[in-house]
């Protein structure tokens, strides 16, 4: 009975050792009697018992490394307080496991040289410009060195920059001038285009003006064009009348009184003026000649 139970013991631990379940995402590496053997891929695998080990047991997820942070020195000589995090992943089992004693501590020493390195040949304001290309450059430096421990470095992320208090301080008393400056620039633009803005409406104005100044006085001069033609057209109209009824029978009787009453009427205007002397003609038929005179012109404009 002793047996037995010793024999289902031994059974049981042999089933143990030679069944192997790897889960998803993993790699394990097997040794035979000290040797490598094989990587296990997920599932079920059998190995012989006691001869066969599982010596080593690698995720191959992508893992997040944090970099501790560590001073570099810009191409200024200016010191700067850098961490980041690296992203890797397991793509060699076997060379993960004898390629280096602990790639996870390679690979972060690794990224702070290369860190080192990059941030050297930079200046102060170019760190925080550049930073993707600052990752990238780690990343490159890492990921050439890295294949021979069986690891791919998928990205390097700066986390922080921190420059000294007194770097700090300059930086910010910099960035207040800049925006001084800017606020200024903007204000003097600012008058600028008002000045614009005045001078543009006063010519805009002056303009307005001199058009309606020139307008109005076409306007007058069509006015008073037209007023002289109206006057001309009824002095035309008015003569045009007389002269119809100076064609009428008894029309030429009618001239002659006229300018008979006219050539009184002057004469007693001008008698009736103060200190005027009036001198009579001695021969008032000279008036009667006057008026013979006006009764030729109108027949001969008649003829």
Same mark, same amino acid.
């Given at each position: 009975?002793?047996?037995?139970?010793?024999?289902?013991?031994?059974?049981?631990?042999?089933?143990?050792?030679?069944?192997?379940?790897?889960?998803?995402?993993?790699?394990?590496?097997?040794?035979?009697?000290?040797?490598?053997?094989?990587?296990?891929?997920?599932?079920?695998?059998?190995?012989?018992?006691?001869?066969?080990?599982?010596?080593?047991?690698?995720?191959?997820?992508?893992?997040?490394?944090?970099?501790?942070?560590?001073?570099?020195?810009?191409?200024?000589?200016?010191?700067?307080?850098?961490?980041?995090?690296?992203?890797?992943?397991?793509?060699?089992?076997?060379?993960?496991?004898?390629?280096?004693?602990?790639?996870?501590?390679?690979?972060?020493?690794?990224?702070?040289?290369?860190?080192?390195?990059?941030?050297?040949?930079?200046?102060?304001?170019?760190?925080?410009?550049?930073?993707?290309?600052?990752?990238?450059?780690?990343?490159?430096?890492?990921?050439?060195?890295?294949?021979?421990?069986?690891?791919?470095?998928?990205?390097?992320?700066?986390?922080?920059?921190?420059?000294?208090?007194?770097?700090?301080?300059?930086?910010?008393?910099?960035?207040?001038?800049?925006? =001084?400056?800017? +606020?200024? *620039?903007?204000?003097? /633009? #600012?008058? !600028? &285009?008002?000045? @614009?803005?005045? %001078?543009? $409406? =006063?010519?805009? +104005?002056? *303009?307005?003006?001199? /058009? #309606?100044? !020139? &307008?109005?006085? @076409?306007?007058? %001069?069509? $006015? =008073?064009?037209? +007023?002289?033609?109206?006057?001309? /057209?009824?002095?035309?109209?008015?003569?045009?009348?007389? %002269?119809?009824?100076?064609?009428?029978?008894?029309?030429?009787?009618?001239?002659?009184?006229?300018?008979?009453?006219?050539?009184? %009427?002057?004469?007693?205007?001008?008698?009736?003026?103060?200190?005027?002397?009036?001198?009579?003609?001695?021969?008032?038929?000279?008036?009667?000649?006057?008026?013979?005179?006006?009764?030729?012109?109108?027949?001969?404009?008649?003829?």
């Amino acid at each position: 009975m002793e047996i037995a139970l010793v024999i289902l013991v031994l059974a049981g631990i042999f089933i143990v050792q030679s069944i192997k379940v790897v889960p998803q995402q993993n790699a394990w590496v097997v040794e035979r009697l000290g040797k490598y053997l094989g990587t296990l891929t997920p599932g079920l695998n059998l190995l012989i018992p006691f001869v066969d080990r599982v010596a080593y047991k690698h995720s191959l997820k992508e893992i997040p490394l944090d970099v501790p942070s560590q001073v570099c020195i810009t191409r200024d000589n200016t010191q700067l307080q850098v961490d980041g995090i690296l992203y890797f992943q397991v793509t060699d089992a076997m060379r993960a496991s004898y390629g280096s004693s602990n790639y996870i501590v390679a690979v972060t020493q690794l990224a702070q040289t290369s860190l080192r390195s990059v941030i050297g040949k930079l200046e102060l304001d170019k760190t925080f410009e550049e930073r993707n290309i600052i990752n990238a450059q780690v990343v490159a430096a890492i990921d050439e060195a890295a294949l021979n421990w069986g690891v791919k470095v998928l990205r390097y992320e700066i986390k922080d920059l921190t420059p000294p208090k007194e770097i700090l301080h300059a930086m910010q008393s910099q960035i207040t001038a800049e925006r =001084e400056k800017r +606020a200024l *620039i903007a204000a003097s /633009e #600012g008058r !600028k &285009q008002e000045q @614009i803005n005045i %001078a543009t $409406g =006063e010519r805009e +104005a002056f *303009i307005a003006r001199s /058009e #309606g100044e !020139k &307008q109005a006085a @076409i306007n007058n %001069a069509q $006015g =008073e064009a037209s +007023a002289i033609l109206a006057v001309a /057209e009824a002095n035309a109209r008015a003569i045009e009348v007389v %002269a119809m009824a100076i064609r009428q029978p008894g029309g030429e009787l009618a001239v002659q009184l006229k300018v008979a009453e006219k050539a009184v %009427a002057a004469y007693s205007q001008v008698a009736s003026e103060a200190h005027t002397t009036l001198i009579v003609p001695s021969n008032m038929t000279e008036v009667s000649a006057l008026i013979t005179s006006a009764m030729k012109m109108v027949q001969s404009s008649k003829a």
